[in-house]
């Protein structure tokens, strides 16, 4: 299987002053899939610009055609399942039909208490999911739900007229725990990883693709156990929390290296970051757009 190569657009450029060109230039450049986070803000971006992840995504349906568009990821932090759903019909049905939901529990930063609440606990995250993301899924297949849980329900709520994508649309569940793999394998049409992060400061590459393998193979035994064949599943690698960090995009050459050693594993799809000077993604854009002109090609 080919391998697919798609971007991560920050949102931190307003529309009309370099946001919309990046979403444009990323279609021409041929990405198969343009994604953008979904925070109220992130680690060293917190006192600078952050635009919100679906007006964002709404615009860009706009000026776009043939590209997918989703986040990577959303999360419960400051979400609630019917009122995402909403948003969602309507996104899926603006861009028609080309948006994916990547969706994953969450973490500890800054969206987990910018509400006023106390930050949750990481098995109270895993809990939250589990309830949060069935009941999105119903909620984007049924004409009218409800739902009593602990932390979400849904009284009649009715997501009308459902998605373009049937029976909606895909979900890309980022997960590397047991309880989240386990979701993945029952609701996911790809999975998504950014790999060990206990290996991102003292790891090695090579200590980074066998925790990757046993991620996948972990995938495969859980869709083995509610009777799907994993290779139903896409295989998502987010870059740049390895411990190659920013290596691989030092040339085309470095990248399909790097993107060929993943493909092995397994992975259907590699997503890198759109450049951002003075971050932890200060990617040299030339290589990047040669990246995406040459790269996928000649991984095959």
């Known amino acids: 299987m080919s391998l697919r190569l798609s971007t991560v657009i920050l949102p931190l450029d307003r529309w009309h002053e370099g946001g919309c060109a990046k979403w444009q230039r990323a279609e021409d450049l041929g990405f198969h899939s343009a994604y953008t986070y979904d925070h109220l803000s992130w680690r060293s971006f917190r006192d600078g610009p952050w635009f919100g992840a679906v007006p964002t995504l709404t615009a860009a349906a706009t000026v776009t055609q043939r590209m997918r568009l989703?986040?990577?990821?959303?999360?419960?932090?400051?979400?609630?399942?019917?009122?995402?759903?909403?948003?969602?019909?309507?996104?899926?049905?603006?861009s028609d039909g080309r948006i994916t939901l990547g969706i994953g529990a969450g973490g500890s930063g800054f969206d987990a208490t910018a509400l006023g609440q106390e930050a949750w606990t990481p098995r109270e995250r895993a809990?939250?999911?589990?309830?949060?993301?069935?009941?999105?899924?119903?909620?984007?297949?049924?004409?009218?739900?409800?739902?009593?849980?602990?932390?979400?329900s849904a009284v009649e709520a009715r997501i009308l007229p459902g998605c373009v994508q049937r029976p909606r649309l895909p979900f890309a569940v980022a997960a590397t725990g047991p309880r989240g793999i386990r979701l993945a394998a029952r609701y996911g049409q790809a999975w998504v990883t950014t790999g060990d992060p206990k290996l991102f400061e003292g790891g090695t590459p090579e200590q980074s693709r066998a925790a990757l393998a046993g991620q996948i193979d972990r995938l495969g035994e859980a869709c083995a156990a509610v009777g799907r064949d994993v290779d139903e599943l896409g295989k998502v690698l987010l870059t740049g929390f390895t411990p190659d960090r920013n290596a691989p995009f030092t040339s085309v050459e470095a990248f399909v290296d790097f993107a060929g050693r993943h493909q092995e594993l397994g992975f259907t799809e590699i997503v890198v970051h759109w450049p951002v000077a003075d971050s932890d993604f200060d990617i040299d854009p030339d290589v990047f757009e040669a990246i995406a002109a040459e790269g996928a090609g000649r991984l095959g």
């Open 70 to 94: 989703g986040t990577l990821v959303t999360s419960p932090n400051f979400r609630h399942p019917v009122t995402l759903a909403k948003e969602l019909i309507a996104l899926d049905d603006i």
């Open 127 to 152: 809990d939250r999911f589990g309830e949060f993301l069935p009941l999105l899924d119903r909620l984007l297949t049924e004409g009218a739900v409800t739902q009593e849980g602990d932390y979400y």
